[in-house]
């Protein structure tokens, strides 16, 4: 060990020291459970500024840990940070860096790439690099740490040669947590893992380790000094440091800074700023003097710009929303975004903005306050426009996809979250403005209800445990989805006067239901039963206080999807005939006639033919004359009949069929239901 290893391990150690006991292996496993954000690197101009460079070292015993009053800072104006450019990048984007020449480089864990953007020229390539988590950018490589320990260093002017790095996994370490590169000749680059062990990876070597009690979450350099965080403490450390860079420092450690379970920390100038915890804390190292600055969210991860930093603030426990505000070094306001959904996990500046990874949108936009954007082609104001009309949405791969009038497809939402059940409806408030409201399911947890706004698509979580009722945009009604007994609601969901219907029983028969529709004159509602009665039709007054009728198909027959009729019945079906029978089964689209359990059924296409994954996650919707032509290049050329259409689903592919029995298959996936626009228009 050289003097440099024998001095930095010291002072962790006696870092380590200073604090109450704490499980080590406990903290690690914590600590690995819960952290779900990417740290943040400095840049600007597209060139690595932020770094760990330490030619030199120069340790001195620690001061009593400094703890003093904070200083607001003062209001000032503050300007709207908007989007001024997006790219498509790879599945998942994490972390983000920047190198020279204007090149953006992101990690995509789960799509096991990184990408590199040419802002030159708008060009994404993607480099194959199985469990990419962290990444950064230094003078000469980057940086990419793994799910594994393990680390790559990529050459930016040759990114074809990968030298793959297990310095970790050979020596018994862990998961890198965080990177941080340096300024000097040689190009450092330093990393801490889940252990507490601080790396430099050029050589690599392990260069100490923090005893139990201190358990060092982020790293933060530049050009001659090191510190280390204990973000879940609020601790920090100074562990490394050039000559003479600490004459006349009160301190090389503080408490008293925000303690977060996603906390980060960075340098600017001669000022060291620590986020989490809903604020951001700023410690001028040269009087210990602090600011402090609330921010919404709970944590907030920092990157710098020449002039200005940026912070992106977010809020845990699985939500998927941020904030970006724009700060001068004074920890003043300068600029603040709208929510940003999707989960937004890492930031990079240059000299006028900051780049985004959108995870669950696999995207990197550009954000600024003013109409200086890089060298790429702006972002279109109004996408939505560009492609026309909506003409459905759908459940596709646990997401809601749209499908448009230019033929193309687009996501609506992208989470981890299962979500299914789409209906499109003017608005809530009545105000006609154009929405989708769907069902979002959580893991061990209550389905909610979500609402989109489709010309702005914003976001906002309704209420637990409804599901929509598919079949008209000027009705609504709503299948509650949580309690054992079935219970609907019918009319605005938040108003004052909503009747809620409990459907006990019918003809004394427990039922449970699975869908709603409407009739043709969204005067009755219809409901499919499940469970001990399955595939049966119920017939429900809204203005009444329960289920009025039942109506069951023959001996061994089932319904498995109900709609609005189209073409002058009450409502129309998928009929499922006959389970018990010998001869092979027959797939109908029939409608329903009359009332009162006195239904009479008459088919209306024959569509035993179609290639059927299945019929337990059927749904059904018209489609009102639609046409549709596939392309080869996966996009639909949409048309109109002049006679009744549908969609069908079995829960895999999806069918536009007419009255004739005619039928088309979609060109994509569609799980979880489908609802079509009536008000389309196909220009």
Same mark, same amino acid.
């Given at each position: 060990m050289n003097d440099l290893d024998r001095l930095l391990s010291e002072s962790l150690k006696g870092a380590g020291d200073s604090y109450l006991p704490r499980n080590a292996v406990a903290a690690r496993e914590e600590f690995a459970a819960r952290r779900k954000r990417r740290f943040v690197w400095q840049l600007s101009g597209g060139v690595a500024l932020a770094g760990a460079a330490v030619a030199a070292a120069l340790f001195f015993a620690s001061a009593e840990p400094l703890v003093r009053d904070e200083v607001e800072p003062g209001p000032m104006e503050v300007a709207a940070l908007d989007i001024l450019t997006r790219f498509e990048v790879g599945e998942e984007p994490l972390a983000i860096g920047a190198g020279k020449d204007f090149r953006l480089w992101i990690a995509s864990r789960e799509g096991g790439s990184v990408s590199r953007i040419d802002?030159?020229? @708008?060009?994404?390539?993607?480099?194959?690099?199985?469990?990419?988590? !962290?990444?950064?950018?230094?003078?000469?490589?980057?940086?990419?740490?793994?799910?594994?320990?393990?680390?790559?260093?990529?050459?930016?002017?040759?990114?074809?040669?990968?030298?793959?790095?297990?310095?970790?996994?050979?020596?018994?370490?862990? +998961?890198l947590l965080d990177l941080a590169v340096g300024g000097d000749a040689e190009g450092a680059a330093w990393a801490v893992d889940l252990d507490g062990c601080v790396w430099e990876l050029t050589t690599p070597r392990e260069v100490g380790c923090s005893e139990p009690g201190f358990f060092p979450t982020d790293v933060a350099t530049d050009a001659d000094e090191a510190w280390i965080l204990d973000s879940g403490r609020g601790y920090a450390r100074q562990v490394n440091a050039d000559e003479g860079v600490n004459d006349d420092r009160p301190s090389d450690y503080y408490e008293g800074l925000p303690s977060s379970e996603f906390g980060d920390m960075t340098i600017v100038g001669n000022s060291l700023w620590v986020s989490g915890s809903g604020r951001i804390v700023t410690v001028d190292l040269e009087t210990s003097e602090r600011r402090n600055l609330e921010i919404d969210g709970d944590y907030a991860d920092l990157a710098v710009g020449p002039e200005t930093v940026w912070a992106l603030a977010g809020w845990a426990d699985g939500d998927q929303r941020a904030r970006v505000y724009e700060l001068s070094h004074d920890l003043e306001v300068i600029g603040i975004s709208d929510i940003l959904r999707g989960e937004p996990s890492d930031l990079v500046a240059d000299a006028?903005?900051?780049?985004?990874?959108?995870?669950?949108?696999?995207?990197?936009?550009?954000?600024?306050?003013?109409?200086?954007?890089?060298?790429?082609?702006?972002?279109?104001?109004?996408?939505?426009? !560009?492609?026309?009309?909506?003409?459905?949405? =759908?459940?596709?791969? @646990?997401?809601?996809?749209?499908?448009?009038?230019? @033929?193309?497809?687009?996501?609506?939402? +992208?989470?981890?979250?299962?979500?299914? =059940?789409?209906?499109?409806?003017?608005?809530?408030?009545?105000?006609?403005?154009?929405?989708?409201?769907?069902?979002?399911? =959580?893991?061990?947890?209550?389905?909610?209800?979500?609402?989109?706004?489709?010309?702005?698509?914003? !976001? +906002?979580?309704?209420?637990?445990?409804?599901?929509?009722?598919?079949?008209?945009?000027?009705?609504?009604?709503?299948? @509650?989805?949580?309690?054992?007994?079935?219970?609907?609601?019918?009319?605005? %969901? =938040?108003?004052?006067?909503?009747?809620?219907?409990?459907?006990?029983?019918?003809?004394?028969?427990?039922?449970?239901?699975? +869908?709603?529709?409407?009739?043709?004159?969204?005067?009755f509602l219809y409901g499919l039963t499940t469970g001990k009665s399955p595939g049966s039709v119920v017939e429900i007054d809204p203005e009444g206080d329960g289920a009025e009728a039942i109506q069951r198909p023959q001996e061994g027959a089932r319904y498995t999807a109900v709609a609005p009729a189209d073409i002058g019945g009450t409502i129309t079906v998928i009929r499922v005939c006959c389970d018990d029978a010998e001869g092979p089964m027959t797939v109908e689209l029939g409608e329903l006639i009359g009332s009162s359990g006195s239904m009479e059924y008459r088919t209306i296409a024959d569509l035993s033919d179609l290639p059927w994954a299945g019929f337990d996650d059927m749904t059904l919707t018209p489609a009102a004359g639609l046409s549709a032509m596939p392309n080869e290049d996966g996009t639909?050329?949409?048309?109109? %009949?002049?006679?009744?259409?549908?969609?069908?689903?079995?829960?895999?592919?999806?069918?536009?069929?007419?009255?004739?029995?005619?039928?088309?298959? %979609?060109?994509?996936?569609?799980?979880?239901?489908?609802?079509?626009?009536?008000?389309?228009?196909?220009?």
């Open positions: 802002l030159n020229t @708008g060009d994404v390539e993607k480099i194959d690099l199985p469990g990419a988590n !962290e990444i950064v950018v230094g003078a000469e490589n980057v940086w990419v740490s793994g799910e594994a320990g393990n680390y790559l260093r990529i050459n930016e002017a040759m990114p074809e040669i990968v030298d793959d790095g297990n310095f970790v996994e050979n020596a018994g370490g862990s +998961q006028n903005g900051v780049w985004i990874t959108i995870r669950y949108r696999n995207e990197v936009i550009y954000l600024s306050r003013g109409e200086t954007a890089p060298p790429v082609p702006p972002v279109v104001e109004d996408e939505a426009a !560009e492609r026309g009309d909506v003409v459905m949405v =759908f459940g596709k791969d @646990g997401d809601i996809w749209a499908a448009y009038a230019d @033929g193309t497809i687009g996501a609506l939402t +992208q989470t981890p979250n299962e979500e299914a =059940f789409p209906v499109l409806i003017d608005s809530l408030d009545g105000t006609g403005s154009g929405a989708v409201i769907f069902e979002r399911g =959580f893991e061990g947890g209550t389905p909610k209800l979500v609402h989109i706004d489709l010309s702005t698509l914003e !976001e +906002q979580e309704l209420v637990d445990g409804y599901r929509p009722a598919a079949g008209s945009p000027d009705e609504q009604a709503w299948l @509650g989805t949580s309690a054992s007994v079935p219970t609907v609601v019918v009319g605005t %969901l =938040f108003s004052d006067g909503p009747n809620v219907l409990t459907i006990e029983d019918v003809d004394g028969e427990p039922v449970q239901l699975s +869908q709603l529709a409407w009739d043709a004159g969204s005067t639909v050329t949409w048309g109109t %009949l002049d006679a009744s259409a549908w969609v069908v689903s079995d829960g895999v592919r999806g069918f536009l069929v007419d009255d004739s029995g005619e039928a088309r298959e %979609l060109p994509w996936e569609i799980h979880g239901g489908i609802d079509v626009n009536e008000d389309r228009n196909l220009r």
